[in-house]
Structure formats: structure tokens, C-alpha cells
């Protein structure tokens, strides 16, 4: 597996989604986009002692030379980053067509990664996990702790529900009680004016945001077999088609609404980036690193 690329293919063979995230951001800074850490100024705060998963670099061997115990030297930023992830489980999250993820394991995994950035870099980060309501809300921690809890949750918790992302953003971000960073990561499959003012709420508020749009090869192409069964992953209908007669309209739709959604997002000072699943597994968090030097 080369350090300088990960595919899904190659990620989901890890498991566990622990080892996922870690190699997902191993594989960041090994790459050509080596250091997340460039440019944020910190300062020597206090030692702490040292737990499994801490980066050897920060021991701080002559205290260990002193005590024979190995300690952490803990860094203080000048500018601490409260970060909100919040993650679509809803039904149509589960989709997986030819690609080897599907769009919830991928959002999963890109969370996870930036969940153990953000911790591992002393940024706090909280976690939602929303469909039609809220499944789960964790607020943002910077402990190292609360690492393990986190990517555990991300991973015990299945899709369900059907998808209100308007409403649900409403709920959530009334329970968002610091400013700082929301990244929404979702396939945005709803009602384009709901999921605006939901995201319109948050900036009101005065946060940042980076939206995550997620979509599976298959939606985004429509390159499938000519005759092919459609099924509505929330309410169990199905149609048949012939996918010659309706993939260029399909194409023109699908663009549309994404460049639509770009553009409404951008004149409101939100970030939105077009993922598909196939894409390597970094791509996520270098939007992050992005907006976080941007605006930080």
C-alpha cells in the first residue's frame, strides 16, 4: 500500500475504523501534502503522562531520563479550533454502487480521520450523527480520550431514517453552543431550499462551514447496465428504466443541482466540495487543511 495514495479499496481492508483514520492521516503527512501542522503557531503548555496512540514525538525523553517515565510535552495553539462534524446516516447514506464503499462507510472514514486530526493537533471536535432526527451529539473535546469514544460511536452507529437534512440542521445547530467550524458531509439528496436555510442558520450564527457533498460513481454518471431497477432506499418504491432514454437528462440534473448548490453556498461564505467515493480517501480532509489556513 503506498503512502502517497490510499484508495477505498485499499482502506476498507483495515478494518477497524481506528486503523483507518490513522492511516488515512499517516498517508496525509507522508504525502506531497506533508505537514497539516504548517503554519499554526504553538506554545509549550504542560506534560502529561503518556497514553497508547500519542505521537513518540512529543516525549519528552529528558524527563524520561529523569523519571524513567514517559511523559507528553502538551502544546497550547494560539488559536484553538472548536470542530463540528456532522454526518447524514440517513437511508440513502447506504447506497454503494459499482464503487467498494458506500457513501456512509466513505463519510465514516473521512470523519474518523478528521476526528483524529483535529484531536492529535489539540482542536477540539464534537460529532453529530443526524437523519430525520438526531441520532447522536457529542460536544467538541480536544482531550485525547475522547479519540476512542468518538471513532467508536462513528462506527457502532448504522444508517436509518429518512432524510429531513433542513430540519435536522435547525436541531442541531440550536445545540451548537461555541462558535467555530461545522463540516456537514452528506449526499445533499433533499429539497435544495431546506437544506439552504439549515445551512444559512449556521452561518447566522456565526460559524464557518465546509459542506461535503458525497455521491457514489453511479449517481453522479448514471453508468450502469441500459435496463436497470431503481429502488428509493427510504420508502422501499422501485421503477424500471432504460437508462439510455434518461441518462444524458439524469446528467444535466444532477450538475445542475450541484452547481447550483456550489454557487448558493458560495455567496453565503460556505465551502462546498463534490466527493465521490472513489476518490482518495485524503481528499477530505486537504478541503479541511484548506479552509482551516484560510480562515484561521
Given amino acids: 500500500m503506498s503512502a502517497n495514495s490510499y484508495s477505498p479499496e485499499e482502506i476498507i481492508l483495515l478494518g477497524n475504523l481506528r486503523f483507518q483514520a490513522k492511516t488515512i492521516v499517516e498517508g496525509l503527512m507522508l504525502g506531497s501534502h506533508s505537514s497539516p501542522y504548517h503554519g499554526f503557531s504553538v506554545e509549550f503548555s504542560q506534560h502529561r503522562p503518556y497514553m497508547p496512540g500519542d505521537d513518540i514525538r512529543h516525549v519528552d525523553w529528558q524527563v524520561y531520563g529523569k523519571t524513567d517515565r514517559y511523559y507528553i510535552r502538551q502544546f497550547e495553539e494560539e488559536t484553538n ?36 486530526l483535529l484531536i492529535h493537533q489539540n482542536d477540539a471536535a464534537g460529532l453529530a450523527i443526524f437523519n430525520e432526527s438526531i441520532d447522536v451529539l457529542y460536544p467538541p473535546r480536544s482531550v485525547m480520550s475522547y479519540l476512542n469514544e468518538l471513532l467508536a460511536v462513528l462506527q457502532n452507529t448504522p444508517c436509518s431514517g429518512a432524510t429531513y437534512i433542513g430540519d435536522a440542521l435547525h436541531r442541531v445547530t440550536e445545540k451548537l453552543n461555541r462558535k467555530g467550524l461545522v463540516i456537514l458531509i452528506s449526499d445533499f439528496l433533499d429539497n435544495e431550499e431546506t437544506i439552504l436555510k439549515g445551512l444559512d442558520h449556521i452561518r447566522y450564527l456565526g460559524h464557518d462551514v465546509l459542506a461535503v457533498q458525497l455521491l457514489d460513481p453511479a449517481e453522479w454518471n448514471l453508468d450502469m447496465p441500459q435496463k436497470y431497477r431503481f429502488k428509493d432506499m427510504e420508502n422501499d418504491e422501485d421503477i424500471k428504466l432504460d437508462v439510455r432514454q434518461v441518462r444524458a437528462e439524469y446528467r444535466r440534473k444532477i450538475m445542475d443541482f450541484t452547481d447550483m448548490l456550489n454557487r448558493r453556498c458560495g455567496e453565503n461564505g460556505i465551502d462546498h466540495s463534490l466527493i465521490l467515493t472513489d476518490m482518495d480517501c485524503r481528499v477530505a480532509l486537504l478541503e479541511f487543511l484548506k479552509k482551516r489556513r484560510r480562515l484561521y
Avoid at 82 to 111: C, E, H, P, W
Fill in 81 to 116: 479550533l472548536n470542530t463540528y462534524i456532522l454526518v447524514d446516516n440517513s437511508r440513502s447514506m447506504d447506497f454503494k454502487g459499482m464503487a467498494a464503499l458506500s457513501k456512509y462507510q466513505y463519510a465514516r472514514m473521512a470523519a474518523g480521520a478528521l476526528i483524529w
